[in-house]
Every structure is written in structure tokens, then in C-alpha cells.
């Protein structure tokens, strides 16, 4: 049984999980996820770190899942709900998982694979009944999870996760942020990424408090649950922050006074997964009286940097390596850097992942011989604190706190019949951070860009689509051929 579930007996009596209005408590869940898991096993022995991957929304459902996944022995692959069918039946086929578990809105759209990749879709409901197994013993070196990542090739990434990793990626945090049975937080982000699944949902339970779900984010909703008092933990992205900002600057001043005093209740916010501009920071400490905690992650590693919880939180920067978290900073011949210099991000530590999945080149490629992960972001040390300056890849976008790659959404744009060359590029944004923006050559003179953009939704997920467009008869390219996308920024 892994360390997350095992701790959970300790807290048998106490509220785990608020879902649709409903509360489950610790037992509940652990009952729950053993009878997942019995259904799972069918009589055998150990799961053997097959893959079950499973599309089901933010629920107590999710959880009791997931936990009985791993109560099996097998690998949690959780599935996005925002993906169209050709982005899941990737993910599907990549991790070669042989079922998939799906929440009754969720059959009817995943029914077809089971024709063209030969899965077995099955309703959540099956999947609960009642049953009861022999559980295998759990050695924490094994592989628990699969989250897929955009990077620098076209196609998403199987990043691997062991039970070891996902403690080390949740007691750092729980320690760092002084988690406690009596906290409580709310939980709107998607929960196929770490900051959802370990920030949130799993520091939440590692340490016996409770976590609600609220599936969609919705400002208003959001707003009305910090109202109500019971929050004492908040995280998102910073996109989410400024959505928050722009409600409460809709309504009545005398409502705005009563939710930035119930805002300034709650003892800690986190922002992270981008960059929090400095002016949202500012905002957000002036409207609630909250500075927030920022603090810079990876999928592949968990957490590594973090502003302090006691101590000093400085706009713009992400901190100090968290503890457990060892982090260098290098020039571009692997050189570590001084105090002032740039550098690239390399990190060591029991938080990061194991390899990408199936793909021992890519994971070769990932770390340096004597084992740092090279995460592709830059840096600098600035008075003792860390600041992220960006990525070394013009490639990587991140929009709403979603990573996305330039390249897949350019395979895909290329198969359309009008398209005859193209290139995406992340253009700064208030909102966003980045907005994906799509540069066109046409293979005619006229483009339909709702017809493109239809076209693309079909393949593509919401926040993958580009929102601008400029057509041109070529891409500005360097001498070498290569598209020069820096160049082509300024062109939008
Ligand atoms: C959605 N829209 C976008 C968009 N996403 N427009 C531009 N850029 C984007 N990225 C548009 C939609 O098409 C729609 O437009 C409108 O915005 C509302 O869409 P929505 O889907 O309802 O959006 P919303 O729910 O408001 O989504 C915003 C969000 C979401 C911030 C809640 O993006 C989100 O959940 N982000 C979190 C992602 C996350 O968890 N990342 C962590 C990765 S882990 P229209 O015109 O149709 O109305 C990681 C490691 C770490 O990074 O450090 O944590
Ligand atoms: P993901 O692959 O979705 O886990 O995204 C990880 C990436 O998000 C990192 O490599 C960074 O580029 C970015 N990121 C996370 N936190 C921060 C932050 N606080 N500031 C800037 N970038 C961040």
C-alpha cells in the first residue's frame, strides 16, 4: 500500500473530499478505492503497473480511482477533458493502456476506440461495486504514474512518475507550506497535471485535510467559496489570479469590500505554472492584502523553487530551492554560472521523475552524465532569490498555465487542404501569458480562418487553438533555412 493511502486510516473520520456538494470522508475513499482496486485485480494478484487510464472529472470518483489504481499495483494515466478523441486516442495508444475508465458523459465519446484501438471502455459505475481483494505489497520504486507533457517534439510525452517520487513531490511541499489536518482548500485545475494532482489534491490528503472540488473554473463560484470562510489554502495559475481580479472589479464596492476582507482570511495563496506578472501580484495584495507565494514547477520534477512561507516573498521571483530539491544554474557548455549570470535550470532530487515513457532516447537526452535534469528553463540568481528569465525553446508556449508545443500545433495546421506552410509562436498577454498566434502560407490567395479554426477544434484541444493569425506569401527564415521565430513575433 503506498505511503498516501496507508496515512489515510489515520484520519478514518475526517472529511477528505467535498464533490458536488456532497462529503466523503477518509474511509469512505479508502473503501472506495479498495473495491476499484478489487475490480481491477479480477482475481489477480498485482496489477503489475499496467496502465488504467481513466477520463473522469475533478470528483471524489477521480480520487477513489486513482488511489485504487495504485492500491493495485498499477499505473494511473488520467485523461484530459478538454481533449478531442484523436488527442486521447494518442495518449491512449502511447501508453498502451488496455482499459479505460470513463464517467457516464464520458462512454459514449470514447465508445469508438474500443473499435479502432481495441480498449475496453468502462462506466465508472461497474467499477464501484462492491468487492474485495487481497492487495499486493507496493515497493515505492515502482512506476505509479503517467501525466503527458508538450516539449520540443511535436507529439506529448509520457512523463513516469514512482510512488517515491509522488511522496517526495507532495511531503516537500507539505512541509515547506506547514500543511495541517485543519486545512481546507478548493481545487479548479484540471487534474492530468502536478498542479492539481500534488499541489492541491494529494497535500491535501497526505495531510488529513480536506479538499473540495469545483470541476469548471467559474470567477463568481470561486469568489463565493472564498466568501464563505472555509478556505484556509488557495493555488492556481496566474491567468486564474487575473480572471479573479477582473470579477471583483465588476462588482458594487461594498461587495468588493466584503470579499478582499474574506480573501485576506485564508494563511497561504500559491501562484505557479507560469509567470505571475508583477502588476497581477500587486493587484492581488492590494484588493485582498495577500502577497502570493510563488513558487516554479515541472512536470517532470515536481516542485523545485518556492518563495518563502514565513519568510520573504519577492514580486518577480520564484525563490529557493525547495528542501530535498538540488538545483544548478549553467552556461551553455555546462559551466555553473555566478550570482547575476544567466543559466539553465538543472535539478537533482527524490521529486524527479523516473523517464519518459518508452522513450529511453528522450530521456537519455533529458539529463546530463552525472544525472541532472535539464529543464530548459533560464534563470538568474538576483540579490539571493532566483527569477526565471524564460525558455531556451521558442517552441514551448504557455498559455493559462498550459504547456504547449509550437510544433504539434504546426503538424496538424500543415494537413490542412489550405495550408500550405506555417508557423506558431506564443505572443505576450495580460491574461494568457501567451497566446498561441499561427502564421499562414496559403496554398491559395484566400483563407477562411473560422473554417481553419473549426477544422482544427476537431484535433486539438480549446486552449491549444490559435486566437491570431496573419497569412504571408513566405516565413521569415535565417540563412540555414530555419524559421526565425523571434522575427516573426514582431510581424503580428
Ligand atoms: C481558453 N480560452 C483561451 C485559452 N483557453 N483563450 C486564449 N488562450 C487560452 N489558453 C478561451 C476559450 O476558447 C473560451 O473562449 C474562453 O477562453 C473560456 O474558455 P474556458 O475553457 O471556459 O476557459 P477557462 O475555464 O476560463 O480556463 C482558464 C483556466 C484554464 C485558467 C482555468 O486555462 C486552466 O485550467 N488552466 C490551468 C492549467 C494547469 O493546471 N496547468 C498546470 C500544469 S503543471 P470563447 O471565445 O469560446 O468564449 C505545471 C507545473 C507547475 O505547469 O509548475 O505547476
Ligand atoms: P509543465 O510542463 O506544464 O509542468 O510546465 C512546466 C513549466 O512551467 C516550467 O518548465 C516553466 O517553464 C513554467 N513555470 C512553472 N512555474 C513557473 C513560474 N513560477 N514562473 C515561470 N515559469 C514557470
Same mark, same amino acid.
Not at 326 to 350: A, W
Not at 363 to 370: L, V
Given at each position: 500500500m503506498t505511503q498516501l493511502i496507508e496515512r489515510a486510516k489515520n484520519f478514518k473520520g475526517r472529511t477528505a473530499l467535498v464533490s458536488h456538494g456532497n462529503s466523503y470522508s477518509y474511509r469512505q475513499l479508502l473503501q472506495a478505492s479498495q473495491n476499484i482496486a478489487a475490480n481491477l485485480l479480477e482475481g489477480k494478484s498485482d496489477l503489475n503497473e499496467a496502465r488504467i487510464a481513466f477520463l473522469v472529472p475533478p470528483s471524489f470518483e477521480y480520487t477513489a480511482i486513482q488511489w485504487g489504481i495504485w492500491a493495485g499495483g498499477g499505473i494511473a494515466v488520467p485523461l484530459c477533458d478538454l481533449h478531442p478523441l484523436p488527442s486521447i486516442q494518442y495518449v491512449l495508444e502511447d501508453a498502451q493502456a488496455d482499459i479505460v475508465i470513463a464517467h457516464a458523459d464520458y462512454v459514449g465519446f470514447l465508445k469508438p476506440l474500443e473499435a479502432i484501438i481495441g480498449i475496453s471502455v468502462v462506466g465508472l459505475e461497474s467499477i464501484l461495486e462492491e468487492s474485495t481483494s487481497e492487495l499486493p505489497e507496493i515497493d515505492s520504486a515502482r512506476r505509479a504514474m503517467i501525466l503527458y507533457t508538450s516539449g520540443t517534439t511535436s507529439k506529448p510525452k509520457g512523463v513516469v512518475t514512482t510512488h517515491a517520487n509522488i511522496e517526495a513531490q507532495i511531503t516537500t511541499l507539505v512541509n515547506a507550506w506547514e500543511w495541517e489536518k485543519d486545512d481546507y482548500i478548493l481545487n479548479i485545475l484540471p487534474l492530468h497535471h502536478v498542479h492539481g494532482i500534488i499541489n492541491v489534491m494529494s497535500c491535501a490528503l497526505w495531510s488529513g485535510a480536506c479538499c473540495e472540488f469545483l470541476p469548471k473554473f467559474d470567477a463568481e463560484k470561486v469568489w463565493s467559496i472564498i466568501e464563505s470562510g472555509r478556505l484556509t489554502l488557495f493555488m492556481a495559475v496566474p491567468t486564474i489570479y487575473y480572471k479573479l481580479i477582473s470579477y471583483w472589479g465588476e462588482v458594487l464596492p461594498e461587495q468588493q469590500k466584503v470579499l478582499s476582507e474574506a480573501a485576506s482570511k485564508l494563511r497561504l495563496m500559491v501562484s505557479g505554472s507560469a509567470a505571475l506578472p508583477v502588476p497581477v501580484l500587486e493587484k492581488w495584495k492590494e484588493i485582498t492584502s495577500q502577497t502570493l507565494l510563488e513558487r516554479y514547477g515541472m512536470t517532470e520534477i515536481g516542485m523545485g523553487?518556492?518563495?518563502?512561507? +514565513?519568510?520573504?516573498?519577492?514580486?518577480?521571483?520564484?525563490?529557493? @530551492?525547495?528542501?530535498?530539491?538540488?538545483?544548478?544554474?549553467?552556461?551553455?557548455?555546462?559551466?555553473?554560472?555566478?550570482?547575476?549570470?544567466? =543559466?539553465?535550470?538543472? /535539478?537533482? =532530487?527524490?521529486?524527479?521523475?523516473?523517464?519518459?515513457?518508452?522513450?529511453?532516447?528522450?530521456?537519455?537526452?533529458?539529463?546530463?552524465? %552525472?544525472?541532472?535534469?535539464?529543464? =530548459? %528553463? /533560464?534563470?538568474?540568481?538576483?540579490?539571493g532569490l532566483y527569477k526565471i528569465l524564460g525558455r531556451d525553446s521558442v517552441d514551448i508556449i504557455k498559455s493559462g498555465g498550459y504547456k504547449i508545443s509550437a510544433l504539434e500545433i504546426e503538424d496538424v495546421l500543415r494537413k490542412h487542404e489550405l495550408v500550405d506552410d506555417c508557423a506558431v509562436v506564443g505572443l505576450p498577454d495580460e491574461e494568457w501569458g501567451e497566446v498561441v498566434s499561427a502564421c499562414i502560407v496559403p496554398k491559395k490567395e484566400e483563407l477562411d480562418f473560422e473554417l481553419i479554426t473549426g477544422w482544427l477544434k476537431e484535433q486539438l484541444p480549446a486552449y491549444k /487553438? @490559435? +486566437?491570431?493569425? /496573419?497569412? +504571408?506569401?513566405e516565413l521569415p527564415r535565417n540563412v540555414l533555412g530555419k524559421v526565425t521565430k523571434n522575427e516573426l513575433k514582431k510581424m503580428f
Open positions: 523553487l518556492s518563495n518563502s512561507y +514565513r519568510g520573504q516573498r519577492r514580486p518577480g521571483h520564484v525563490g529557493l @530551492p525547495l528542501p530535498g530539491v538540488e538545483m544548478q544554474l549553467v552556461d551553455s557548455d555546462n559551466y555553473v554560472v555566478g550570482e547575476n549570470e544567466p =543559466g539553465e535550470f538543472q /535539478i537533482k =532530487g527524490p521529486s524527479v521523475f523516473k523517464e519518459y515513457w518508452r522513450k529511453p532516447e528522450a530521456t537519455q537526452k533529458a539529463f546530463t552524465e %552525472d544525472g541532472w535534469f535539464i529543464t =530548459g %528553463d /533560464i534563470g538568474v540568481l538576483n540579490n /487553438i @490559435p +486566437r491570431n493569425y /496573419i497569412v +504571408r506569401k
